[in-house]
């Protein structure tokens, strides 16, 4: 069991160390890998010094080993490295020497550093010889407005001299050191600065060139400009469709390699999150990005989308707002509902005006009552003396209808002719001052008139007063159909032009009919309920109590 144990450990130690190392340097041993590998670029007909890549490596060798080797991919080879000094590659301790480089010199350096006993770390390092100045030689240089100093990338640990050049010539009365001052840097001073260090290995001078670009930033066009979105700006959506966001930002000039742009849900990226793809595109100076939402959802509607542009320096926000669309079902009906409110409303209130103005007419009377010095309500002007058929109907209206429902029901004081006037009183003296003592006159048209009536005295008079003197309102009330009014007085014509009729129809005799209703309104307000009390206000003619 235990065998068998150990085996399956030794298996997997051995599967682990085919996934850290394509080569394998001795089977029996395996070292750490604490740091990542390193690439060194160099030109060819120069020399390489190469320290151990790790600090603690290059320094601790007291009590230490060492061992270098190289890996060629080419053939899958791994070679030791010898430590003899006329070796043109060799080591000293943790020190690679490769002089006068070629391009077959490119490969895989490996150190491995025994540090004790039985513990070892391994550090790689890729070598990649240029046969002549290449961009890729370019160490990195950060953008900046007005840089001083410019340091040799090359020969840190190493005593040496340097000489600069400045897009490979030679910069005059520069003094040797690891950097180069630069006095008064302005837009002149950009360009590809090269330093030639010169190191002394067993009396024989070798040389090692370093490269920068030194690119001043022009501050008036660096900071990136948003073109889209604006800043705060509504997207309109809908839950479960598509939506595409677009980031555009200006960034002057070029692009940088540092500058990105890029959208966040919540202050987060989100790219990487199931449902959502962002494609970043690079062109003149634009940077863009396409946020693809496949399924907007209720959380999307919620959150906060911003698009994120960064340069070199520093970065920027803009912020949009996603709002679901708006259904305009909602608007809709509460349109059509108002609109048939509305109808219902004005239907409610014009079928009850007439009940409502008899109403507030009766409340305003009662507050502020005004003696005016009338005695009658109305008085009544009808034609007597007619033929046979048609005196009926107009007595029988006048004594019936009229009488019940104005004075019985509604408590108007009428003066009726025939009734009211006492015998022996002079009749033409009667009928004015009577008229005079009437808020209002009730006219009864018949579809005929009686040549010789006495009634045609007090329509005479009726219509002078309220004609001429206009002082008394008319109240026509039309028995029967009429063709014309031809035949009727002029005075009652031209009446007839202002007020059109009430016309009665047989059957009419309730108090709260339509025509008996409009009969009140025309009417002032009845003044037996002047008398009476507030209480008694009603919309409806009641019989009166005694
Ligand atoms: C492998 O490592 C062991 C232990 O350090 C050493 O004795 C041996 O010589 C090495 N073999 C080779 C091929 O380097
Ligand atoms: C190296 O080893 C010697 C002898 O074993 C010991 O005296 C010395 O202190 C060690 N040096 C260091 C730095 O560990
Ligand atoms: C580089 O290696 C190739 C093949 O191994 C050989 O033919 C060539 O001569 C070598 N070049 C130099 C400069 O050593
Ligand atoms: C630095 O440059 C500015 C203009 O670019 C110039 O006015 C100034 O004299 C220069 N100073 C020196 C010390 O060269
Ligand atoms: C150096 O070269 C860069 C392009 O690599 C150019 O922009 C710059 O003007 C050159 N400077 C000089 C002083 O020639
Ligand atoms: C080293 O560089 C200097 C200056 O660039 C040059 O004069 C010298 O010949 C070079 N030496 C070698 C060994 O290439
Ligand atoms: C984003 O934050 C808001 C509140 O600030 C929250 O309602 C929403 O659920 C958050 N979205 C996500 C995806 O976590
Ligand atoms: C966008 O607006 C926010 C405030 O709502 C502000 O903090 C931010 O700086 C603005 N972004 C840009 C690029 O102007």
């Given at each position: 069991m235990m065998m068998m144990m150990r085996m399956l450990q030794m298996i997997l130690l051995l599967t682990e160390s085919v996934l850290i190392s394509s080569y394998q340097l001795n089977s029996t041993v395996e070292c750490e890998r604490p740091d990542k590998k390193k690439t060194v670029r160099v030109l060819a007909g120069e020399s390489l010094y190469l320290p151990c890549p790790n600090d603690d490596c290059h320094i601790e060798t007291e009590n230490t080993s060492y061992e270098w080797f190289k890996y060629i991919q080419r053939t899958e080879q791994v070679e030791q490295i010898g430590t003899e000094e006329s070796e043109r590659i060799h080591y000293h301790l943790s020190e690679l020497y490769i002089l006068w480089l070629t391009l077959n010199d490119t490969g895989r350096y490996i150190t491995r550093w025994w540090y004790e006993e039985d513990k070892c770390d391994e550090y790689e390092t890729d070598v990649v010889v240029y046969e002549e100045f290449n961009t890729d030689l370019l160490d990195y240089t950060p953008e900046e407005e007005k840089p001083s100093k410019i340091y040799c990338p090359v020969c840190e640990y190493q005593q040496a001299t340097f000489i600069w050049y400045k897009n490979f010539s030679l910069i005059p009365?520069?003094?040797?050191?690891g950097y180069l001052l630069l006095r008064n840097s302005s837009k002149e001073s950009a360009g590809i600065y090269t330093c030639v260090c010169t190191w002394e290995h067993n009396g024989i001078k070798h040389n090692r060139s370093g490269f920068r670009e030194l690119i001043i930033r022009d501050m008036s066009s660096s900071t990136p400009t948003f073109q889209l979105p604006i800043n705060n700006s509504i997207v309109i959506t809908d839950v479960g469709t598509e939506l595409i966001l677009q980031c555009s930002v200006f960034f002057g000039r070029t692009v940088c390699d540092e500058c990105s742009v890029q959208w966040e849900r919540n202050k987060t990226r989100i790219d990487a999150v199931n449902g959502y793809k962002q494609e970043t595109r690079k062109q003149g100076g634009i940077m863009e990005s396409f946020l693809t939402i496949t399924k907007v959802s209720e959380l999307d509607l919620g959150s906060e989308y911003r698009c994120r542009a960064e340069d070199s320096y520093e970065y920027f926000y803009v912020s949009i707002i996603l709002k679901r669309k708006e259904s305009m079902i909602p608007v809709i009906l509460a349109c059509v509902c108002t609109f048939l409110l509305v109808l219902v409303l004005s239907g409610i209130v014009k079928w009850f005006s007439l009940d409502l103005v008899l109403f507030l007419r009766e409340i305003i009377a009662k507050l502020n009552r005004t003696e005016d010095g009338k005695l009658y309500d109305a008085y009544v002007i009808y034609q007597r003396n007619l033929e046979e058929k048609t005196d009926k109907t107009v007595s029988d209206f006048v004594n019936g209808s009229l009488l019940t429902v104005l004075e019985s029901y509604c408590g108007f004081k009428l003066f009726i002719h025939g009734r009211d006037d006492l015998p022996g009183e002079d009749c033409m003296d009667l009928t004015e001052s009577k008229i005079q003592l009437s808020r209002r006159l009730i006219i009864i048209l018949t579809p005929e008139t009686s040549t010789t009536s006495s009634a045609a005295y007090d329509l005479e008079l009726g219509l002078h007063q309220a004609l001429?003197?206009?002082e008394t309102g008319v109240i026509l009330i039309q028995l029967g159909k009429m063709q014309d009014y031809t035949h009727l007085p002029l005075g009652l014509q031209h009446l007839l032009c202002k007020n059109s009729p009430l016309l009665w129809r047989d059957g009419e005799t309730s108090p709260n009919s339509r025509f008996w209703k409009r009969v009140r309104y025309r009417m002032p307000v009845a003044s037996s309920h002047w008398r009476s009390s507030l209480r008694n206000i009603s919309l409806e003619c009641q019989p009166l109590t005694v």
């Amino acid at each position: 069991m235990m065998m068998m144990m150990r085996m399956l450990q030794m298996i997997l130690l051995l599967t682990e160390s085919v996934l850290i190392s394509s080569y394998q340097l001795n089977s029996t041993v395996e070292c750490e890998r604490p740091d990542k590998k390193k690439t060194v670029r160099v030109l060819a007909g120069e020399s390489l010094y190469l320290p151990c890549p790790n600090d603690d490596c290059h320094i601790e060798t007291e009590n230490t080993s060492y061992e270098w080797f190289k890996y060629i991919q080419r053939t899958e080879q791994v070679e030791q490295i010898g430590t003899e000094e006329s070796e043109r590659i060799h080591y000293h301790l943790s020190e690679l020497y490769i002089l006068w480089l070629t391009l077959n010199d490119t490969g895989r350096y490996i150190t491995r550093w025994w540090y004790e006993e039985d513990k070892c770390d391994e550090y790689e390092t890729d070598v990649v010889v240029y046969e002549e100045f290449n961009t890729d030689l370019l160490d990195y240089t950060p953008e900046e407005e007005k840089p001083s100093k410019i340091y040799c990338p090359v020969c840190e640990y190493q005593q040496a001299t340097f000489i600069w050049y400045k897009n490979f010539s030679l910069i005059p009365n520069q003094e040797s050191a690891g950097y180069l001052l630069l006095r008064n840097s302005s837009k002149e001073s950009a360009g590809i600065y090269t330093c030639v260090c010169t190191w002394e290995h067993n009396g024989i001078k070798h040389n090692r060139s370093g490269f920068r670009e030194l690119i001043i930033r022009d501050m008036s066009s660096s900071t990136p400009t948003f073109q889209l979105p604006i800043n705060n700006s509504i997207v309109i959506t809908d839950v479960g469709t598509e939506l595409i966001l677009q980031c555009s930002v200006f960034f002057g000039r070029t692009v940088c390699d540092e500058c990105s742009v890029q959208w966040e849900r919540n202050k987060t990226r989100i790219d990487a999150v199931n449902g959502y793809k962002q494609e970043t595109r690079k062109q003149g100076g634009i940077m863009e990005s396409f946020l693809t939402i496949t399924k907007v959802s209720e959380l999307d509607l919620g959150s906060e989308y911003r698009c994120r542009a960064e340069d070199s320096y520093e970065y920027f926000y803009v912020s949009i707002i996603l709002k679901r669309k708006e259904s305009m079902i909602p608007v809709i009906l509460a349109c059509v509902c108002t609109f048939l409110l509305v109808l219902v409303l004005s239907g409610i209130v014009k079928w009850f005006s007439l009940d409502l103005v008899l109403f507030l007419r009766e409340i305003i009377a009662k507050l502020n009552r005004t003696e005016d010095g009338k005695l009658y309500d109305a008085y009544v002007i009808y034609q007597r003396n007619l033929e046979e058929k048609t005196d009926k109907t107009v007595s029988d209206f006048v004594n019936g209808s009229l009488l019940t429902v104005l004075e019985s029901y509604c408590g108007f004081k009428l003066f009726i002719h025939g009734r009211d006037d006492l015998p022996g009183e002079d009749c033409m003296d009667l009928t004015e001052s009577k008229i005079q003592l009437s808020r209002r006159l009730i006219i009864i048209l018949t579809p005929e008139t009686s040549t010789t009536s006495s009634a045609a005295y007090d329509l005479e008079l009726g219509l002078h007063q309220a004609l001429v003197q206009g002082e008394t309102g008319v109240i026509l009330i039309q028995l029967g159909k009429m063709q014309d009014y031809t035949h009727l007085p002029l005075g009652l014509q031209h009446l007839l032009c202002k007020n059109s009729p009430l016309l009665w129809r047989d059957g009419e005799t309730s108090p709260n009919s339509r025509f008996w209703k409009r009969v009140r309104y025309r009417m002032p307000v009845a003044s037996s309920h002047w008398r009476s009390s507030l209480r008694n206000i009603s919309l409806e003619c009641q019989p009166l109590t005694v």
